[in-house]
């Protein structure tokens, strides 16, 4: 399905701006995804979660680059380190279950025209005896380059052999689905506070995530600190982290900028790992640290 997005005057900042608000209202809570490539691509959201009775899902895709783009659609194997960083694999580890051979996806490919948008449709379809957990597979949007243009016949032939590297482009978004899976029992451990490398750089603080259970956890992260006797103010905030199965944990390492003229010393330092706010805002851990 192709949505063509109208323009609204002659502005074309506002045309953009028409489009952008078109695709949050497509998204519901605009849970967005840019990836730079041949054209810039939007995608909402930037995950899909099958469970419970859900058995059919939708992303939207939205180019509001100049040119026509094209992406490839596919499915591919990231584990997480410790660290949080995602990386390319081919066999699945001890615990680690693949998504991709329960969910169908159409079209394989789109061709997208400046501000037009079109969605793709993702259906479950669990077998029977389905081993109980969280499978986990990424889908992929690579930018396919245009086809340049053959040379000048008429321009001297080249001598020797040349070669030409074209960079591809993507972007990759989760697919979970979680078959007769509980809620993760999460932690945070580990809190230690750190200058910056260099005298002028801000403090860090590291922690640890540690998860729980059969299913992976996802929130955002916010750092408050609260001088004795004052109000708190935040100091450090990271949206959008996960740990995936089979990982128990996650280090952290989180740059605190705090207000002018505010020292971190002489008090407290609270670390709040929570749902994001479309899903409920709920609490899913939380730690504290006493400053000097």
Known sequence: MHYSLPSIGRHPVSCLLWNIGFLLALAGLGNIAR???????LIAPTRLVFEGATRSATLTLLNIGKDTATYRISFTHLRMTDTGELKLIDEPAPGELFADDIVRFTPRQVVLESRV??????????????EKGEYRSHLLFRA???????????AEPATGIGIKITPIYGLSIPVIVRHETKPAIVSVTDLQLAPGEKADDPMVL???L??????????NITITFT???EKEEIVGRIN?????TPNTSRLMQITLTPSEGVVLAGGRLTFTYRLKPEDGGDLLAE?????P
């Open 206 to 208: 590291s922690a640890k």
């Open 227 to 229: 001088p004795a006797g």
């Open 287 to 291: 730690n504290t640290k006493d400053l």
């Open 144 to 154: 396919i380059p245009a086809v340049e243009p053959a040379g000048d016949n008429d």
């Open 210 to 219: 540690n998860r729980a259970g059969d299913q992976s956890c996802y929130g």
């Open 240 to 244: 959008g982290v996960a740990v995936y």
């Open 117 to 130: 948008a079109q969605v793709v449709r993702l259906q479950l379809r669990l077998p029977a005896n389905l």
């Open 35 to 41: 990836a730079q490539s041949v054209g810039d691509l």
